[in-house]
């Protein structure tokens, strides 16, 4: 199909535009507002999209009425469907691509009035982004045709180090604040509502693996390549089926709360076998050195959150803190090169006097 300039051509050229600035601010390095910019930008592309195909089939007639049957107008302007109606007035999607479109629709729902400044969302996400954006191409192509098939995709992110430490990987898992702890309850439980069917369509979610090529391939080679299980022949997913094995075989999940969490006496224990005599912690000097480099509020203060998260993290279960293991280092090394004794650190907390973290790490 071939449109010609009319209003259904601009619908669907915003369509395209919108879907296309998603992947942008998607692939930009530096991007800190990613999963919520794109999400936006997607639910923004797949309603025009709609719109658009609606325009051609039963023509200007995607609006919201009242009652009385006349249209709903918000700011002089009639209404017109949101996603989640034009999906249930379309009404032929396929499943996994309804429960793809429901999961981002529920998700930005759900980020519009937070701020999150981590990218564990980013991380989670990835593969129902992916999918997002597929299912958008190729509904756009039925809908109106091959002419229009963008061919663009997401970067699958360049990492800066091939190996993270445990306290990295522990640290990524983190529920870093309310918000955040929310956001990734959402998306276990939505993942957990689906059939396995729909879980494991491409078109929900796609599911990478990633293997380094260290063998004599061919030098023009891509570095990722996108398979289709269903372009396999029977001994390529035989050979897929067998190496899911080994690393199922390999992969050990442990299902436990606070996985790598410190209590405040762990803490004193570490940190002295750590020093091993030169200096003596004890659970009153941790609370004046928590105190005075402000990694947790006070008790009873009205966010208890407002933590510094790569050393501690509340525990609403129990409505107290547990720390990482990085206070842990951090301790160690400002005890044996910060020059203060413990009574200077008691006199500068009596003070109200406050260190800078940044400034005394190793």
């Known amino acids: 199909m071939k449109l010609r300039k009319g209003k259904t051509k601009s619908i669907l050229g ?57 249209f709903d107008i918000v700011d002089g302007e009639r209404k017109a469907w949101e ?29 519009e009035h937070r701020h999150i400044e981590k990218r564990e969302v980013d991380t989670q996400i990835f593969g129902e982004c992916q999918s997002l954006l597929f299912n958008y191409e190729s509904q756009l192509i039925k809908f109106f045709g091959d002419n229009y098939s963008i061919n663009e995709a997401l970067v699958y992110s360049l990492q800066f180090s091939q190996i993270r430490t445990e306290q990295q990987e522990l640290a990524s898992r983190s529920a870093l604040s309310r918000d955040l702890a929310d956001i990734m309850s959402f998306i276990a439980k939505y993942r957990d509502s689906l059939d396995d069917d729909t879980y494991n369509s491409l078109q929900y979610s796609v599911k990478l693996i990633q293997i380094p090529k260290i063998s004599n391939t061919n030098r023009a080679d891509a570095a990722i390549e996108f ?17 899911s094995v080994i690393i199922k075989d390999k992969t050990v999940r442990v299902e436990a709360a606070n996985l790598g969490r410190l209590k405040p006496s762990d803490v004193v224990r570490k940190v002295n076998e750590a020093l091993n005599g030169v200096v003596k912690m004890t659970s009153n000097l941790h609370v004046e050195l928590y105190k005075l480099f402000s990694v947790r509020p006070p008790s009873g203060a009205d966010d208890p959150f407002e933590t510094v998260a790569e050393f501690c993290l509340y525990d609403e ?17 400002f005890m044996q090169a910060g020059g203060f004794a413990p009574t200077d650190i008691r006199k500068m907390v009596r003070e109200g006097k406050k260190l800078d973290v940044n400034e005394y790490r190793s």
Request: charged share 25%.
């Open 227 to 243: 398979v289709r299980w269903d372009a396999l022949n029977q001994e390529d997913r035989n050979a897929y089926e067998k190496l």
């Open 14 to 70: 915003a369509s395209i535009d919108s879907a296309l600035l998603a992947v942008e601010i998607y692939n930009k390095p530096r991007t800190t507002f990613r999963s919520e910019g794109f999400i936006a930008m997607m639910i923004m592309a797949w309603t025009r999209l709609f719109h658009a195909h609606f325009h051609t089939t039963i023509g200007d007639k995607y609006y919201y009425k009242k009652k009385n049957g006349r």
């Open 317 to 333: 279960a129990h409505s107290d803190y547990v720390y990482q293991e990085a206070w842990v280092v951090f301790l160690v090394h």
């Open 83 to 111: 996603l989640s109606a034009c999906i249930k007035e379309h009404g032929t999607l396929d499943k996994a691509v309804e429960r793809n479109l429901n999961f981002f629709i529920k998700l930005r729902n759900k980020i």
